[in-house]
């Protein structure tokens, strides 16, 4: 057992018979084990759905895009409708709400994932999935934006089902990728 090591200022407060008391008090005491705390919170994996067949019959084609793509007005990146608690939506902004699914709409062209978009959300409203994730991707770095990057906050904003969405945090996706919040089934 390795002496114990005393400060300058106790040795000068403590008589020589305290400090062999003292020594002789704490000569069985054990250091702890190393201990490593688990993190704070694991969020669990999000539902991946395959993509759904097209049904053009059952989908309901509300989404305008009579805006081409060059005259698209800049949108925020986030949105809130009133109703939402601040507190909710920061947590929401911050990634630390389980994703309960997600869809990638990477490589479709504008139609499909507008389609693709709308069946994914009234899929997840249906089974009362609140906080969902949508890949969208970056785009192709010439233009610096990609279509559907572009249009999906006006997308999104013609859905009642939607009532918040914000960029992905960088682990899930970053610019790539936007959470949304859906409204809860009556």
Known sequence: MQ????????KQRLSRDERALFQKAVEDVQPLAEYYPEPFRQLPAARRLPHPPLLEQTVDNR???????GDLPPMPRR???HGVQPKYFR????GELP???EIDLHGLHRDAARHRLTEFIHYCHERQWRV???IHGMGHPASGRGVI???LPYWLRQFE???AYAPAIPSDGGDGATYLLLRRCN
């Open 79 to 81: 949105y809130c409708q």
């Open 99 to 101: 994703i309960e699914a």
């Open 3 to 10: 002496p114990l090591q005393i400060s300058r200022m106790a």
């Open 132 to 134: 969902v994730r949508v």
């Open 63 to 69: 989404l305008s895009d009579a805006i081409a793509a």
């Open 91 to 94: 947590r929401f902004c911050r």
């Open 161 to 163: 089902e939607v009532i």
């Open 149 to 151: 990057k572009q249009r």
